[in-house]
């Protein structure tokens, strides 16, 4: 199992930026990958942007697609969202997740993050 905490959600304005940050604990050992995605009330869970465990592959949703960054730090099991150009619809409760043992699924979670951009 590995723990995952979120952290450096907030209220901005639009057009600012924000970089997430997930740490995680316990089963940090082993190679997986990593996911963001985010949830607003009342809507389905998005996908958002995932990391290969080297760092080497980065995958992004269309809607963040040049505006997004995922990145990490081993050395620190840090994971991390660089939000830049933020719009209204971004706001969302943003969750860190993991496919622990490289089943195909996401099996980790975090308690999540709320990031608000006001307009």
């Known amino acids: 199992q590995v723990q995952l905490v979120e952290s450096g959600g907030g209220w901005v304005q639009a057009g600012d930026s924000l970089r997430l940050s997930c740490a995680a604990s316990?089963?940090?050992?082993?190679?997986?990958?990593m996911a963001w995605f985010r949830q607003a009330p009342g809507k389905e869970r998005q996908f958002v942007a995932t990391?290969?465990?080297?760092?080497?592959?980065?995958y992004y949703a269309d809607s963040v697609k040049g505006r997004f960054t995922i990145s990490k730090n081993n050395a620190k099991n840090t994971v991390y969202l660089q939000m830049n150009s933020l719009k209204p619809e971004d706001t969302a409760v943003y969750y860190c997740?993991?496919?622990?043992?490289?089943?195909?699924?996401?099996?980790?979670w975090g308690q999540g993050t709320q990031v608000t951009v006001s307009s």
């Open positions: 997740t993991a496919d622990t043992y490289s089943t195909g699924e996401w099996d980790s």
């Open positions: 990391i290969s465990w080297g760092g080497g592959r980065t």
């Open positions: 316990g089963r940090t050992f082993s190679s997986y990958a």
